[in-house]
């Protein structure tokens, strides 16, 4: 079991940026991903972007251009910057760990992010 930790969220209006932070219990080396998966009021969660231990991102088509995740493996914290917010990235949004393919199995808190028009 690891623990995540989710921080970096608030009230930004719209085109601004902000950064999430997710700090993991344990190395992030031991997930085969991490990732950010978001939910907004009524609607289901959906997957944001992941990083392999490898090193290779993914991102989901409406973040393409404007949301980077990043890692830093000395401080088991892996990052999303989001840059050219939009009002429908209002959503909570939680870090995840994967050990195996299409296995998210351990979930942060999540942190609420806010876009104001």
């Known amino acids: 079991q690891v623990q995540l930790v989710e921080s970096g969220g608030g009230l930004v209006q719209a085109g601004g940026s902000l950064r999430l932070s997710c700090t993991a219990s344990r190395s992030i080396f031991n997930f085969y991903r991490m990732g950010w998966h978001r939910q907004a009021p009524g609607k289901e969660r959906e997957s944001v972007a992941f990083i392999t231990t490898g090193g290779r991102t993914n991102y989901a088509e409406p973040m393409k251009g404007r949301f980077t995740i990043s890692r830093d493996t000395a401080k088991n914290t892996v990052y999303l910057q989001m840059n050219s917010l939009k009002v429908e990235d209002t959503a909570v949004y939680y870090c995840?760990?994967?050990?195996?393919?299409?296995?998210?199995?351990?979930w942060g808190q999540g942190t609420q992010v806010t876009v104001s028009s």
């Open positions: 995840a760990a994967s050990r195996a393919p299409n296995i998210w199995d351990s």
